[in-house]
Each structure stands twice: as C-alpha cells, then as structure tokens.
C-alpha cells in the first residue's frame, strides 16, 4: 500500500516537473506581441523587466518571461526600452460639455461626445465616467464603446444627474439639464426614470457651491435618491466639498465621494464611517489647481502634451479671460493633505479629474497632471498608477475585464517611451496606446 502510494506522489511529482519545463505553446490566428519592454501591471507591484505580452484580439492572452519561447508568424511590435502600463482611468469627467471656447448642455452631441473620446484616446485613457451632466445620446455611445473592436475609451455615465432647485450645480454654468427634485417623491420618481436607462452611477451634488447658492440639498431629498438607487442596485457619487456633509452623506449610504473634503482635515469619525459604508475617495487635485495654476503661467502650459489638449480658441481664451479663483490654492494644499490621511488610513481612493466641466479642466492633459498632484501629495508613482487603473476598475465595477494589465484582460495598455516609476511625469511620453487591443491612430 505505501509503496502504492509512492509511486503515485512520484508520477504525480514529475508530471508536474514535466509540464512545467514544458514551454507553453500559442498558435492561431490574430496574435500579437509586444515585445522586450519594461511592465507596470497597474497592480501596485514593482516594475518587471524584458517581458513579452502576446494580445488576442481584444484581450491579454499571456505574459511571459524573455526565457519562454514566441510564437511565430505573429504581429511584433519591438518595444526595448519601452514601459507597458495600463491605459489611465477617469472616474470622473464630464463629456461634450465644451467645445472650442463654448460651453453648457447646448453642446452635447454625439459629434462632439466622439471627438473629446477619440482625444482621450490619444492620451491613453482607456475608460472614464461621465459624471451626471449627460443627455440621452450617451446610452448609445457608451453601448458603442463596450464593442470589442471599439477604439472608443470605455465609456460610464451617470446620466443626468440630481441638484438643488435654483442651487448646485449652477444653471448659470449651462447646467440646465439635471434633475432637481422640489420634494422626496419627486426624487424617488425620478430615480426610477433614471434607474430604466441603467445609468453606471447617480451623482448628485449637494452642497451650495462656496456659499454662492442659497441652500444644500435637504439630506431627506438625498436619502431618498440613495435609498431608491440602492433598491436598483446603482451606486451614488456625491460632490462634495464640507466635511460635514461628508458625514452626512456617509451616514445616509453614499458609495463614493466624487471631490476631495476642502474645508478642513478629516477626521477619525469620517474615516470609521467610510471604511463601515466601504466608500471610495476620487480626490479630483486637477479641479483646484486649474482654479488658480493658469495665472502663473507654469512652464508645462508651452509643452506641446498640454497644447495639443486645448481646443482651438482656448490657449487664448486663457490668455485673455482666465480669472483664478481665490481659494483654490489653499483647497489644493488642503486635498492633498487629506488624501494622503485617507489613503494611508487604507480607504480605496481612485482617480478623477473634473475634466471637461468647464473650459480650464483640459480633457487628456488633466490625467496626467492628477498622476502628478497624486505624487506631489505623497504617494509613490506606482502607487498613483494603482489609483488611476486597478483602484477606479474596482470602484467603477469592471475589475472583472480591466483590473491592470493580466492574462485574461483587456487590451487597453499605454506605452511610454520613458519610466513612469522614476518620474511620474514621463506618463506624458506617450509612445503608442491599445484600446480592446488596437493600436490607436494618434497623429
Ligand atoms: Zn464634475
């Protein structure tokens, strides 16, 4: 019997030293490699040297070692030197908003929705979210980019999102196309409008924009649109900016906080009710140092990232009406202390920008300048790379697809002709970028 028993632990012993010096072997149609570079998986883990991706149509098909054998008769793309990392993610955005030195609901179309998508592509944001200024047309796009063959970021979207009657977010700012509900019923109507068109996300604002708006939204309307939305099984963001209604909205089941608490640190009571009510933080730095940045006139406005970013007339609308917001400076100084508190503490925080909402948040440029407020706040650039990729795949629910850059994924990869990891700045030294892995047309 034991001896029985040793034979089988042996057969079963070389078996498994058989199949692993066994080399695995890809065959057929449609690969692709990308070879000899540098990886970053989005993961959080260090980089990894002179690995080979083998693509198969839209997903990763392997990573291997430069020890493993290649398949052949393949598409190669020869990248030494070269880091591969996951396309950026942004959790919040606002798309067709602008265009050229216009802006407002008036517009949002499908045209313009195309165009800012394609520029985000070119940038190497492979998925943003759409943060509840959009009109029906999205439902379209967003069914569009979710195609395999798509060279569209992936596209999420709160639909139109809920404010305040003659409050936040302000009409004056061509705000005019959410939900702004006078009374509970009416909020639980039209979350059950809404909910038909299975919006990724509801986003509501709450607070009175700097005191400029009479009042906050009555927490009973807020609680209302949480609790309907739950009931459909669809998270809720929050703008936010007091700590106050921070605490509110936590005790009320809100998901996420779409901006960074401005008006004080956090404190221990807020961070016990985040991790209770397992919420996520998109600090959204970009926001508040396009607030004041534009009137010092920093060195990187003359790089070409940042112009070719700039819809024509805007380079000059800056030059000439630009006003920077008082504030803002100290909000920045204050966001990044706090996302720091709340990212050690161990909160998931994701990446997000505000891009879009008004014509200083550059869609395309802002990625990439949050990655460096994130660094300049104190994270480490692998740690921001987590934020903006695998962090926002798990609180946008798609970690099942795009969780970073591993066998089974998405295609959706940046490639940079620099080390992010030494300098977070070099997310700028765009080499190439796959979407659903196609490699996007850029010039
Ligand atoms: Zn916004």
């Given at each position: 019997?034991?001896?029985?028993?040793?034979?089988?632990?042996?057969?079963?012993?070389?078996?498994?030293?058989?199949?692993?010096?066994?080399?695995?072997?890809?065959?057929?149609?449609?690969?692709?490699?990308l070879?000899?570079?540098?990886?970053?998986d989005?993961m959080?883990?260090?980089?990894?040297?002179?690995?080979?991706?083998?693509?198969?149509?839209?997903?990763?098909?392997?990573?291997?070692?430069?020890?493993?054998?290649?398949?052949?008769?393949?598409?190669?793309?020869?990248?030494e030197?070269?880091?591969?990392?996951?396309?950026?993610?942004?959790?919040?955005?606002?798309?067709?908003?602008?265009?050229?030195?216009?802006?407002?609901?008036?517009?949002?179309?499908?045209?313009?929705?195309?165009?800012?998508?394609y520029?985000?592509?070119?940038?190497g944001?492979?998925?943003?979210?759409?943060?509840?200024?959009?009109?029906?047309?999205?439902y379209?796009?967003?069914?569009?980019s979710?195609?395999?063959?798509?060279?569209?970021?992936?596209?999420?979207?709160?639909?139109?999102?809920?404010?305040?009657?003659?409050?936040?977010?302000?009409?004056?700012?061509?705000?005019?196309?959410?939900?702004?509900?006078?009374?509970?019923?009416?909020?639980?109507?039209?979350?059950?409008?809404?909910?038909?068109?299975?919006?990724?996300?509801?986003?509501?604002?709450?607070?009175?924009?700097?005191?400029?708006?009479?009042?906050?939204?009555?927490?009973?309307?807020?609680?209302?649109?949480?609790?309907?939305?739950?009931?459909?099984?669809?998270?809720?963001?929050?703008?936010?900016?007091?700590?106050?209604?921070?605490?509110?909205?936590?005790?009320?089941?809100?998901?996420?906080?779409?901006?960074?608490?401005?008006?004080?640190?956090?404190?221990?009571?807020?961070?016990?009710?985040?991790?209770?009510?397992?919420?996520?933080?998109?600090?959204?730095?970009?926001?508040?140092?396009?607030?004041?940045?534009?009137?010092?006139?920093?060195?990187?406005?003359?790089?070409?990232?940042?112009?070719?970013?700039?819809?024509?007339?805007?380079?000059?609308?800056?030059?000439?009406?630009?006003?920077?917001?008082?504030?803002?400076?100290?909000?920045?100084?204050?966001?990044?202390?706090?996302?720091?508190?709340?990212?050690?503490?161990?909160?998931?925080?994701?990446?997000?920008?505000?891009?879009?909402?008004?014509?200083q948040?550059?869609?395309?440029?802002?990625?990439?300048?949050?990655?460096?407020?994130?660094?300049?706040?104190?994270?480490?650039?692998?740690?921001?790379?987590?934020?903006?990729?695998?962090?926002?795949?798990?609180?946008?629910?798609?970690?099942?697809?795009?969780?970073?850059?591993?066998?089974?994924?998405?295609?959706?990869?940046?490639?940079?002709?620099?080390?992010?990891?030494?300098?977070?700045?070099?997310?700028?030294?765009?080499?190439?970028?796959?979407?659903?892995?196609?490699?996007?047309?850029?010039?």
């Open positions: 019997m034991r001896l029985k028993v040793t034979v089988l632990f042996l057969a079963i012993f070389f078996a498994a030293c058989s199949h692993k010096s066994e080399p695995r072997q890809f065959f057929g149609e449609n690969l692709t490699i070879k000899g570079a540098r990886l970053i989005g959080g883990t260090p980089a990894r040297y002179n690995v080979n991706i083998i693509l198969k149509e839209d997903r990763i098909k392997a990573i291997l070692d430069a020890k493993e054998p290649l398949p052949t008769r393949t598409k190669v793309f020869e990248l030197g070269k880091t591969i990392m996951p396309t950026l993610m942004s959790s919040h955005v606002h798309l067709g908003m602008t265009n050229g030195v216009q802006s407002g609901s008036r517009q949002i179309n499908e045209v313009n929705d195309l165009r800012q998508l520029k985000f592509s070119k940038y944001v492979g998925t943003v979210l759409s943060m509840g200024t959009d009109l029906d047309v999205i379209n796009i967003r069914a569009n979710q195609k395999t063959d798509s060279t569209l970021p992936l596209v999420l979207t709160a639909g139109r999102g809920f404010g305040v009657p003659a409050g936040a977010p302000p009409a004056a700012m061509g705000i005019d196309q959410v939900y702004r509900p006078k009374n509970v019923s009416e909020a639980r109507k039209q979350v059950k409008e809404l909910a038909l068109k299975k919006p990724n996300v509801i986003k509501i604002w709450v607070d009175d924009f700097d005191h400029s708006m009479k009042k906050k939204m009555d927490p009973q309307i807020y609680q209302a649109i949480i609790q309907e939305a739950h009931a459909a099984k669809i998270p809720v963001v929050a703008h936010v900016y007091y700590l106050e209604d921070a605490k509110l909205l936590a005790q009320a089941g809100v998901d996420v906080f779409g901006h960074s608490i401005r008006d004080q640190p956090v404190d221990m009571e807020l961070m016990s009710l985040m991790k209770l009510h397992n919420i996520a933080y998109i600090p959204t730095l970009a926001l508040d140092e396009a607030g004041y940045v534009f009137a010092e006139k920093p060195v990187w406005m003359k790089d070409e990232f940042f112009r070719a970013a700039l819809d024509p007339g805007v380079e000059d609308w800056i030059a000439k009406n630009y006003k920077s917001k008082a504030t803002s400076r100290e909000d920045l100084k204050m966001a990044m202390k706090n996302v720091m508190t709340l990212f050690k503490s161990g909160i998931v925080v994701g990446l997000g920008t505000d891009s879009g909402a008004n014509l948040r550059i869609q395309g440029f802002s990625e990439h300048r949050e990655l460096q407020l994130l660094v300049e706040a104190g994270m480490t650039p692998v740690e921001a790379i987590r934020v903006a990729t695998v962090n926002n795949a798990n609180i946008l629910g798609i970690a099942k697809d795009y969780a970073g850059i591993a066998e089974g994924m998405k295609a959706n990869l940046l490639i940079l002709d620099a080390d992010p990891s030494e300098d977070i700045a070099n997310t700028q030294k765009i080499h190439s970028v796959f979407i659903n892995g196609k490699l996007i047309e850029r010039r």
